[in-house]
């Protein structure tokens, strides 16, 4: 896709962008100081300001275009935990390992752990200690990874390659088609869902 787009559920995006300016300077702050940018591309600031103001969006840009921090700076900005949805096992370890060598807290749930590996990152997500924990869609709804995310300070909801969501699409995973109950199990708690590949029908 040429463009980034940021489209918000919420009529009121405007005024709801206009009074998080203060959250926004904040959310520079954390950019400038955790990542080494001095401003945001394209629409990054629009979607970190809808999270920020817990409003629902969605976020379509190029590969390469940054989608990752418009989840993970408003968790360091609010002090939260960001749950974040993800595919694949590799990329949710490869953002992992990038985001703790920035000296951020975050860690991973998947099948390629041992019980006791599990069981270290449910204590720090239930102690408070994660700002982004990245959970496969087929293990984010199981009964005791909610009860584990219930303990926590859960303050936004992204799920990561969106598109997977295309029945149509190749890359179609049944368990997204769930990912809507985690309304339900975290009302209030704003959600973002990212993607690079989205074509009209998707969208």
């Not at 969605?58 to 700076?73: D, E, R």
């Not at 590799?90 to 390992?97: G, S, T």
């Not at 991973?108 to 994660?130: F, K, P």
Request: hydrophobic share 45%.
């Amino acid at each position: 896709m040429g463009a980034d787009v940021c489209s918000c559920s919420c009529p009121i995006h405007d005024f709801a962008i206009r009074s998080a300016l203060v959250m926004l300077k904040r959310a520079l702050a954390v950019l400038k100081d955790t990542y080494g940018y001095s401003a945001f591309r394209g629409h990054q600031g629009d979607a970190i300001a809808c999270a920020l103001n817990g409003i629902d969006c969605v976020v379509l840009m190029p590969t390469g275009g940054g989608k990752s921090l418009c989840y993970q700076i408003p968790p360091l900005v609010t002090g939260g935990c960001a749950l974040v949805v993800s595919p694949l096992i590799a990329l949710m370890q490869d953002q992992v390992a990038a985001l703790e060598r920035l000296g951020v807290a975050a860690a991973c749930l998947n099948s390629s752990m041992s019980s006791a590996e599990q069981a270290a990152v449910t204590r720090r997500l239930r102690e408070g200690e994660l700002r982004l924990l990245y959970v496969a869609p087929e293990r984010v709804l199981q009964p005791r990874t909610v009860e584990a995310l219930s303990t926590a300070s859960i303050s936004l909801i992204a799920i990561d390659e969106a598109h997977c969501v295309s029945q149509w699409g190749h890359d179609f995973r049944q368990d997204y088609l769930e990912l809507g109950a985690l309304a339900e199990h975290f009302p209030g708690v704003p959600r973002m869902a990212l993607t690079a590949t989205a074509d009209e029908r998707t969208r």
